[in-house]
């Protein structure tokens, strides 16, 4: 299989300006708004009736011999996700329980997310899979408030300034953005609706980049009625947009270009936007934390037409290859021409993590950017896990949720190693040792702080 492929233009992003040496391109569109990403074919897992768990916590039984437990290096906290007990804990980094948030009554718990401030977490709830719930609770399971939700959630994220939640529920006009406060007094509100649906909140937290449909837009989050603008499209080659750290600047893709795609950053309020690269095919990316190092999986594949199905038929596919494109001086530096997941980086900036499957038997790869070394686990399944409904939309995660420590020097995830044995698993990222059984679970997300 070969790379799709990928022209960089003259792009130089400097303070607080774009400025384009190559290549310009218009975004004007207002697009019919449509609906749902493809189903939550979340379906509830079978009931089980989970062992009841003492309050405080409690020591999980010691690794086996011969295997490694991360050591103090390793900061922040875990949060495990065992759908089949319906359960949700917290960890420390050693196996040691915090607190368990849900799995005493025997509840269905979906989408758990850290707060960004890492002080709370949140889910969503449901006792017989009809009427869902949006529960949010202190860490350590205080302080738990609970919120009526419209439906079954398929995605929900904090803001960044951890003062408020939305979620994607089903709605007869597609997907609705809901947008609920912390308090139990605030009436859940729907700002928008569509379908695909994905999102990212702007770095103060009172904007979102939508790509919905077809159409990229801005969803005021501080007006009561949520008001939309169109800033770009049409929009089928990629999922989820993004917004620079500089809090005027998003990225998204169009489908105009000499090959059928072009890469944008625009600052909103200004006519043209300036891209990044032209393509050909679907792209996947993440920006850094600082906001110059855009990490893109590329899809290959001739341009389908602008439908919902089209997208959905892409984001089946894998990624043909990764690099990192620097948004400063427009170089790029190729990491893998193999298939991989959508990107994520590290708190560091300094190291990206994919995966080269989506679903059955796959490893994680850690690339460091700086000196092109490459290291991945053994090869773990995630077929009995929810990873393959996270993976199939890991370019919307990324968003909000990290398999990345503080530190930035271990990642988690989950699956089945080749001995059978499975669950959550805690590497270093240098992988200099054996990888860490940490607990049973088919999801879990490293805290941010």
Same mark, same amino acid.
């Given at each position: ?13 400097? %303070? ?9 391109? #218009? $975004? &004007?569109? *207002?697009?019919?708004?449509? =609906? /749902? !990403?493809?189903? %939550? ?9 989970? #062992? $009841? &768990?003492? *309050?405080?916590?409690?020591? =999980? /039984? !010691? ?387």
């Amino acid at each position: 299989m070969t790379a799709p492929r990928l022209r960089t233009c003259g792009l130089l992003l400097g %303070a607080g300006n774009l400025s384009l040496s190559a290549c310009t391109s #218009e $975004s &004007t569109s *207002d697009i019919t708004r449509t =609906l /749902p !990403p493809p189903s %939550a074919e979340s379906t509830a897992p079978p009931r089980t009736d989970p #062992e $009841s &768990t003492a *309050d405080e916590p409690i020591a =999980l /039984p !010691p690794t086996p011999p011969g295997e490694a437990i991360v050591d103090g290096r390793a900061n922040g906290l875990i949060l495990v996700l065992d759908a089949q007990q319906r359960s949700l804990e917290v960890l420390q980094v050693d196996g040691t329980r915090v607190a368990t948030l849900a799995g005493e009554n025997g509840e269905f718990v979906l989408q758990p997310v850290w707060s960004p401030d890492g002080r709370r977490v949140a889910w969503a709830r449901s006792a017989d899979g009809a009427e869902w719930e949006l529960t949010h609770a202190a860490v350590d399971g205080t302080d738990a408030q609970t919120i009526p939700l419209p439906g079954q959630p398929d995605y929900l994220a904090f803001d960044p300034t951890s003062s408020l939640i939305t979620a994607l529920t089903p709605s007869p006009l597609g997907f609705g953005l809901v947008v609920a406060g912390l308090s139990v007094d605030d009436e859940p509100r729907v700002v928008d609706v569509g379908r695909p649906y994905f999102t990212d909140f702007s770095p103060e937290g009172d904007r979102i980049v939508a790509h919905v449909g077809t159409d990229v837009r801005i969803v005021d989050m501080v007006g009561a009625a949520g008001e939309t603008s169109s800033i770009g499209g049409p929009s089928t080659t990629h999922q989820t947009p993004q917004w620079h750290p500089d809090d005027d600047v998003v990225v998204y893709t169009i489908d105009e270009g000499p090959s059928g795609g072009q890469l944008v950053q625009r600052r909103l309020g200004e006519e043209d936007g300036a891209t990044i690269a032209d393509f050909d095919g679907f792209l996947l990316f993440d920006l850094d934390p600082t906001g110059r190092q855009l990490a893109v999986s590329s899809l290959p594949g001739e341009a389908d037409p602008g439908t919902p199905r089209a997208m959905r038929r892409r984001q089946e596919q894998l990624a043909a290859g990764l690099s990192v494109i620097d948004l400063v001086d427009g170089s790029t530096i190729p990491l893998a021409d193999r298939p991989t997941s959508a990107p994520l980086w590290d708190p560091t900036g300094t190291k990206v993590l994919v995966r080269d499957a989506l679903a059955g038997v796959g490893q994680w790869t850690v690339h460091h950017v700086r000196d092109g070394r490459s290291e991945a686990t053994d090869s773990f399944s995630v077929d009995d896990s929810q990873m393959p409904l996270y993976l199939r939309f890991w370019d919307q995660y990324v968003r909000s949720h990290s398999a990345w420590s503080p530190d930035g020097e271990h990642f988690v995830h989950v699956g089945a190693a080749a001995d059978g044995r499975s669950g959550v698993w805690v590497h270093d990222a240098s992988m200099s040792g054996p990888s860490a059984f940490l607990a049973d679970g088919d999801l879990a997300l490293w805290s941010p702080t």
